[in-house]
């Protein structure tokens, strides 16, 4: 199953002026459940950090995060690093339209092969690692690029069940995932590896929040993906559900979880 085509699809729809790619970005705060749990992290980093001036999002993707990033941090320096021209120039379009291009750039970066040092007191990959293959060289790169004390926020599907995986011969519900989700170990252990002093790992997408990604994210793409007609009904559809996916996401955003399909990693440099 593929994300990047219904992604495609929504985004030419939402980008047809900047009101309705501001709605959407909204609309993907409220809905999807990682950015519930990432912007939490940010403001605790925030309260923990007030120095925070040079952000780097690396893997920015349609630029969500960064909108966020630049109103939690409004007097910082914000990056977006992507691999796929076409979302850079469009991000940077955007952001010049909306007027917030003064502190904020997007450019071109392959992860795998960053080469900074000391640039950034924070950088943020959501949903990226599970993408790429050559992970260990992007934790090494990331402690580079921060400063001493930086902090690295990531989220990433873990291996309990991350992309809808939960027995060896299945197959991952994304076929853009190199890795079906990381091992808290394994993950902890990566980071502290690449230069790392600290991390702090714990999981999300408990009980609650996976019935909330069923209703909120398989189903409407697995009817997306056997047809484009599903589109014109995915209002309706969340019509219904998503009342449910609200109440179940604050509720997994506000449990400690002993196991689940998502990971948040905080890494202090």
Not at 13 to 22: A, C, D, G, V
Not at 97 to 108: N, P, Q, S, V
Request: hydrophobic content about 40%; some cysteine.
């Amino acid at each position: 199953m593929q994300y990047d085509p219904v992604k495609r699809s929504l985004g030419k729809f939402f980008n047809q002026n900047t009101s309705l790619r501001k709605l959407f970005y909204h609309l993907l705060d409220l809905l999807l459940l990682r950015s519930w749990h990432v912007r939490k992290m940010l403001r605790k980093i925030k309260r923990d950090n007030p120095g925070i001036k040079t952000i780097i999002d690396a893997g920015s993707g349609f630029g969500q995060y960064v909108f966020y990033l630049s109103r939690l941090f409004p007097d910082a320096g914000i990056r977006g690093l992507d691999i796929k021209e076409e979302q850079i120039a469009d991000c940077n379009g955007f952001f010049k339209k909306t007027g917030r291009d003064k502190h904020i750039k997007f450019e071109y970066a392959d992860l795998t092969k960053l080469n900074e040092k000391e640039t950034a007191d924070l950088i943020l990959s959501v949903d990226v690692m599970e993408h790429i293959l050559e992970d260990t060289s992007v934790f090494k790169n990331f402690a580079n690029a921060l400063k001493k004390g930086g902090v690295l926020l990531i989220s990433t599907p873990s291996d309990q069940g991350g992309s809808d995986v939960h027995e060896e011969e299945e197959s991952s519900f994304i076929d853009e995932h190199v890795r079906d989700g990381y091992n808290i170990n394994e993950i902890t252990e990566k980071i502290l590896n690449a230069g790392f002093s600290s991390v702090e790992a714990r999981y999300s997408y408990g009980r609650p929040g996976k019935i909330s990604w069923r209703l909120s994210m398989k189903y409407p793409v697995m009817m997306v993906n056997c047809s484009k007609l599903f589109l014109v009904l995915l209002p309706f559809y969340y019509l219904i559900t998503f009342p449910f996916c609200l109440i179940l996401n604050a509720i997994d955003v506000n449990t400690k979880h002993t196991t689940g399909t998502g990971l948040i990693v905080k890494a202090i440099r």
